[in-house]
């Protein structure tokens, strides 16, 4: 019930309230949206972009202003290869608790990590742990950013092991216009996705960049 509610609401957000600056669902025919959260990270990001690679498959990174600055040719190389780019906040810090003037500092400080690592302007911006009111997404709104939610996740951050992982994308396999969150720095995601992506491929998904 919960997350009919949920699913209620930013169904309403997306199309009726702030429509161009929330995103948490595509229409079916633009296919399925992978967003990685929490990268760069230079132990797995490198590998995933690999696989992807391999896969003929675009995404969309969320990155980490901090991150960007510790490994600018890495986030360098997620532009490079095709993929979309967006903020994930500087330092991972909640936005439900910064001040509107203070949201407005920290997305345009990680914007500008991303752009001097990457040369990408990136108006994305994904919430870290997802967490949104009203006002904080009024905020990033009215600062200009389009707000990307998700309409499926795994729970890749809960990190217990590749065989939960594995079940959860079994028993919910992805449907078109979905957008999924996973994570870049976690290695169990890494796994289950050289398992999984060439399967979803397979039964017909087609993936795209946000
Ligand atoms: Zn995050």
């Not at 906040?89 to 001040?99: E, K, L």
């Not at 796994?191 to 397979?202: F, G, I, M, N, Y």
């Amino acid at each position: 019930m919960r997350e009919l509610v949920r699913n209620f609401a930013k169904d309403l957000l997306q199309h009726a309230l702030i429509p161009r600056s929330f995103l948490w669902r595509m229409p079916r025919e633009a296919g399925v949206a992978l967003t990685f959260d929490d990268g760069p990270d230079p132990e797995f990001t490198p590998a995933l972009l690999d696989l992807l690679r391999e896969a003929r498959v675009r995404a969309t990174f969320f990155l980490i202003g901090r991150k960007v600055e510790a490994h600018p040719t890495l986030a360098a190389r997620i532009a490079a290869e095709g993929h979309s780019l967006g903020g994930h906040s500087f330092d991972h810090q909640v936005i439900t608790s910064m001040s509107r003037a203070a949201l407005g500092a920290d997305l345009q400080r990680c914007r500008a990590a991303i752009r001097a690592a990457t040369g990408v302007d990136t108006r994305l911006f994904r919430p870290p742990k997802g967490e949104v009111n009203l006002a904080s997404i009024h905020g990033v709104h009215s600062h200009g950013y389009r707000l990307v939610h998700w309409s499926l996740t795994y729970s890749d951050y809960r990190r217990d092991g590749l065989e939960a992982l594995l079940g959860r994308m079994a028993s919910r396999p992805p449907r078109p216009g979905e957008v999924i969150l996973l994570h870049d720095d976690n290695p169990y995601t890494l796994q289950a996705l050289s398992d999984v992506l060439p399967r979803w491929k397979d039964a017909g998904l087609e993936f795209a960049a946000l």
